[in-house]
């Protein structure tokens, strides 16, 4: 399932509003007040048109100089940008909802290079532990808390199950607005992530290239089972944590558990592949935030 079609749906007359009210678009237009009104964002502008200099397409990866400047414009980059604001009654809503929460998604733009995409995550509302296959995305947080766990894959030639494999750990921390971009590669950086929003959260995700299950960048989504500090034990380890899971009643996460007692150490785990969660709920919007011109075809 790619994260920007088959995850998240088709787009539907129903939209989850982020003003004042639960509406059609089509016909409460004027109701559905999700950005401020739609001018050009200069910001917005510049990070469009460097990503059609970085981005190259499927099998390339930016360069270091490349990210550094991708990076620099999205460390400076504010929701206002993106005609987002933290009057909307999205971001002042409090508690938890009862039941799992729906995400929010719309596309600010997608060529065949690259694409940018907003997230919105009411409180614990989760994007389970998910891949980028041939992918490098930038990841900014515009408003709000959030959890990231993420894993890139260990090279070894060690046995597992067919549906286990060895990950190692890349960070497992809590993020809040305004913070720096994080990167992610193909291979490196945590190319494997969850998300778990603590308050109202908005997350800007810049994708190239983009999901296209056609071209093989399909999404898999995994459950991780964690292990210690050595890549010897590792399987045994997490071999035992995955029969506990499957045995527990408990609705603790064996995760968060092994985190407290290997603190400050290497952390891996054993990814399994799983089936997109049934309760994984992402409703997809139409973008009514500031245009970017495109001034060439990329």
Request: with cysteine; aromatic share 8%; hydrophobic share 35%.
């Amino acid at each position: 399932m790619t994260m920007e079609a088959s995850v998240v749906g088709k787009k539907r007359n129903n939209v989850v509003v982020l003003g004042n009210s639960i509406a059609r678009k089509k016909r409460c237009i004027k109701r559905t007040k999700q950005y401020k009104k739609p001018t050009m964002s200069m910001t917005l502008q510049k990070l469009f048109t460097s990503c059609k200099q970085v981005f190259k397409g499927p099998g390339t990866i930016p360069n270091s100089l490349e990210v550094q400047n991708l990076r620099h414009i999205l460390d400076n980059m504010n929701p206002e940008d993106l005609g987002l604001s933290t009057a909307l009654l999205f971001f002042k809503s409090g508690g938890v909802t009862a039941g799992t929460p729906s995400i929010t998604y719309t596309t600010v733009c997608k060529t065949q290079n690259f694409s940018m995409c907003l997230f919105f995550l009411p409180p614990s509302a989760v994007i389970p532990l998910h891949n980028h296959p041939g992918m490098t995305v930038f990841s900014k947080l515009l408003l709000g808390s959030m959890h990231i766990k993420s894993y890139d894959w260990v090279d070894s030639d060690m046995a597992t199950s067919s549906q286990l494999r060895l990950a190692k750990l890349k960070a497992d921390n809590v993020f809040t607005a305004p913070c720096n971009t994080s990167v992610l590669y193909p291979t490196s950086g945590g190319n494997i992530h969850a998300f778990t929003a603590l308050t109202p959260c908005a997350l800007l995700d810049v994708i190239g290239p983009p999901y296209s299950k056609e071209d093989g960048r399909d999404c898999s989504y995994y459950r991780d089972f964690p292990c210690s500090v050595s890549i010897d034990s590792a399987v045994d380890e997490a071999l035992e944590r995955k029969n506990w899971w499957n045995m527990s009643s408990k609705p603790c996460c064996p995760m968060d558990e092994a985190l407290e007692a290997l603190e400050g150490k290497d952390v891996y785990g054993l990814l399994e592949e799983i089936e997109m969660p049934k309760d994984l709920k992402m409703e997809g919007i139409e973008y009514l935030g500031p245009q970017i011109i495109e001034e060439a075809a990329v």
